[in-house]
């Protein structure tokens, strides 16, 4: 089993930036191919962020964050970062943590809720105008 836990959550004013950190921990670990953010906000279904892949060579992002939220991995790739800067209200939601077994071979991966296998609890970010 994987256990994920996510932190570095708040709220910001508009504008503003957050780093949120996800830990991955286990026995299970080193069969994780890619781990991605997902978000959802009240009322809407969980929207995908940002992945990356666990070599670190490729990530992926939404079109809604592109330019904005960077994802990144700790050199031992036990650690998934977000950086979110130019923060909007629209980016207000439960932020979530999600890794995945699944080996992507494609070129675009880890977009969808049914490419992972565990999941975090999830941190609040509130964005206020």
């Known amino acids: 089993q994987v256990q994920l836990v996510e932190s570095g959550g708040g709220s910001v004013q508009a504008g503003g930036s957050l780093r949120l950190s996800c830990v991955a921990s286990g026995g299970r670990t080193v069969s994780i191919y890619g781990m991605g953010w997902f978000r959802q906000a009240p009322g809407k279904e969980r929207e995908f962020v940002a992945a990356?892949?666990?070599?670190?060579?490729?990530?992926y992002s939404a079109d809604s964050v592109k330019g904005r939220f960077t994802i990144s991995r700790d050199g031992a790739g036990g650690t998934v970062y977000l950086q979110m800067t130019s923060l909007k209200p629209e980016d207000t939601a439960v932020y979530y943590c999600?890794?995945?077994?699944?080996?992507?071979?494609?070129?675009?991966?880890?977009?969808?809720?049914?490419?992972?296998?565990?999941w975090g609890q999830g941190t609040q970010v509130t964005v206020s105008s």
């Open positions: 999600a890794a995945s077994r699944y080996y992507c071979s494609g070129n675009e991966c880890y977009g969808g809720t049914h490419e992972y296998d565990y």
């Open positions: 990356i892949r666990s070599s670190g060579r490729s990530t």
